[in-house]
C-alpha cells in the first residue's frame, strides 16, 4: 500500500527547493557555481529524498514493491541516465529520459514508479549531473502519475495512453518550472535553455519563459514517453498484459 507519508517528505522536499532558493528576486545565489551554494541546495535533498523514496511502500515485502521490480530500478536509473546525458549534449529541447521511470509505474504501480523516479534522478545527480537533483520530486510525479495511469485503464487504448502523457506532462511542468526558473536561472546549457533565453529575449519574464518552455516541451516530451511505454506493453505475452490491466 503506498505510504502517504513519505510522500510528503518527497513534496516537503520539493518545496524546500523552490522557497530557498529565494524566489525569482534572489536566486542569482544559486547560479555562481561554488561549492557552498551548490551543497546548500543539494544536501538536504539528498538525505532527504532517498529513504523517503524507499519507503513509499514500507513494508517492503509487499505485493505492490516485489523483489522482480526493485531488480529493474538499476536499468532505469541506467537508461535515464544515459538518455539524459545524449539528449543534453544534442541541444534537443526535450528531455526523453523518462520512458523507463514510466514503464515501471505502469508494470508495478504508482509506489513504485515514484520510488524509480526519485532514486533515479538521485544516482544521475550524485555520480554525473547534480543539477538532477533538485528534479527528484517530478520524477517521482511521473512515475506515481504512470502507474496511476495504468490502474485507471488508460494504458488499455493508444488514445486514452497519449492523455496520460499529455496530462502528466501538463503536471511535470508545472512542478519543474519553479526549480529550473528559481534555482538555474531558466535552464542547465541543455536546447530547453536556449527556448528560456529565447522567449525572455521576447519579453517573457524568468517565471513566465520557463514555465511557457515547460508546458511547450513537458507534455509533448511524456506524451511520447507513454507512447514508446504503450508500445512496449503491447509486445509483452497476453497473460502478462492481462494481469497488468493494460
Same mark, same amino acid.
Given at each position: 500500500?503506498?505510504?502517504?507519508?513519505?510522500?510528503?517528505?518527497?513534496?516537503? @522536499?520539493?518545496?524546500?527547493?523552490?522557497? $530557498?532558493?529565494?524566489?525569482?528576486?534572489? &536566486?542569482?545565489? &544559486?547560479?555562481?557555481?561554488?561549492?557552498? @551554494?551548490?551543497?546548500?541546495?543539494?544536501?538536504?535533498?539528498?538525505?532527504?529524498?532517498?529513504?523517503?523514496?524507499?519507503?513509499?511502500?514500507?513494508?517492503? @515485502?509487499?505485493?505492490?514493491?516485489?523483489?522482480?521490480?526493485?531488480?529493474?530500478?538499476?536499468?532505469?536509473?541506467?537508461?535515464?541516465?544515459?538518455?539524459?546525458?545524449?539528449?543534453?549534449?544534442?541541444?534537443?529541447?526535450? &528531455?526523453?529520459?523518462?520512458?523507463?521511470?514510466?514503464?515501471?509505474?505502469?508494470?508495478?504501480?504508482?509506489?513504485?514508479?515514484?520510488?524509480?523516479?526519485?532514486? @533515479?534522478?538521485?544516482?544521475?545527480?550524485? $555520480?554525473?549531473?547534480? $543539477?538532477?537533483?533538485?528534479?527528484?520530486?517530478?520524477?517521482?510525479?511521473?512515475?506515481?502519475?504512470?502507474?496511476?495511469?495504468?490502474?485507471?485503464?488508460?494504458?488499455?487504448?493508444?488514445?486514452?495512453?497519449?492523455?496520460?502523457?499529455?496530462?502528466?506532462?501538463?503536471?511535470?511542468?508545472?512542478?519543474?518550472?519553479?526549480?529550473?526558473?528559481?534555482?538555474?536561472?531558466?535552464?542547465?546549457?541543455?536546447? $530547453?535553455?536556449?527556448?528560456?533565453?529565447?522567449?525572455?529575449?521576447?519579453?517573457?519574464?524568468?517565471?513566465?519563459?520557463?514555465?511557457?518552455?515547460?508546458?511547450?516541451?513537458?507534455?509533448?516530451?511524456?506524451?511520447?514517453?507513454?507512447?514508446?511505454?504503450?508500445?512496449?506493453?503491447?509486445?509483452?505475452?497476453?497473460?502478462?498484459?492481462?494481469?497488468?490491466?493494460?
Amino acid at each position: 500500500m503506498f505510504n502517504i507519508r513519505p510522500a510528503l517528505v518527497i513534496a516537503g @522536499t520539493y518545496a524546500w527547493a523552490v522557497l $530557498t532558493a529565494g524566489g525569482p528576486t534572489n &536566486y542569482s545565489g &544559486y547560479l555562481d557555481g561554488s561549492a557552498d @551554494t551548490q551543497a546548500a541546495l543539494s544536501l538536504p535533498l539528498t538525505l532527504g529524498l532517498p529513504p523517503s523514496a524507499l519507503f513509499c511502500s514500507w513494508p517492503p @515485502t509487499s505485493p505492490r514493491l516485489a523483489i522482480s521490480t526493485l531488480a529493474l530500478i538499476p536499468f532505469a536509473a541506467a537508461f535515464k541516465i544515459i538518455v539524459g546525458q545524449l539528449i543534453g549534449f544534442s541541444g534537443i529541447p526535450l &528531455y526523453l529520459d523518462s520512458v523507463a521511470t514510466v514503464l515501471i509505474g505502469v508494470l508495478a504501480g504508482p509506489a513504485a514508479g515514484a520510488m524509480t523516479g526519485a532514486v @533515479t534522478n538521485l544516482a544521475w545527480g550524485l $555520480t554525473i549531473n547534480p $543539477t538532477t537533483i533538485p528534479f527528484a520530486a517530478g520524477a517521482a510525479a511521473i512515475g506515481f502519475l504512470a502507474g496511476c495511469s495504468r490502474r485507471a485503464g488508460l494504458m488499455s487504448k493508444l488514445w486514452t495512453a497519449l492523455l496520460a502523457g499529455l496530462g502528466t506532462g501538463l503536471i511535470a511542468g508545472f512542478l519543474g518550472a519553479p526549480i529550473a526558473a528559481f534555482v538555474f536561472g531558466g535552464g542547465q546549457g541543455v536546447g $530547453t535553455g536556449s527556448v528560456v533565453a529565447a522567449l525572455q529575449a521576447a519579453g517573457q519574464s524568468l517565471l513566465g519563459a520557463t514555465t511557457l518552455q515547460s508546458l511547450l516541451s513537458d507534455p509533448l516530451d511524456k506524451t511520447v514517453a507513454f507512447l514508446l511505454v504503450w508500445i512496449i506493453v503491447r509486445g509483452l505475452p497476453n497473460r502478462v498484459r492481462i494481469a497488468l490491466g493494460a
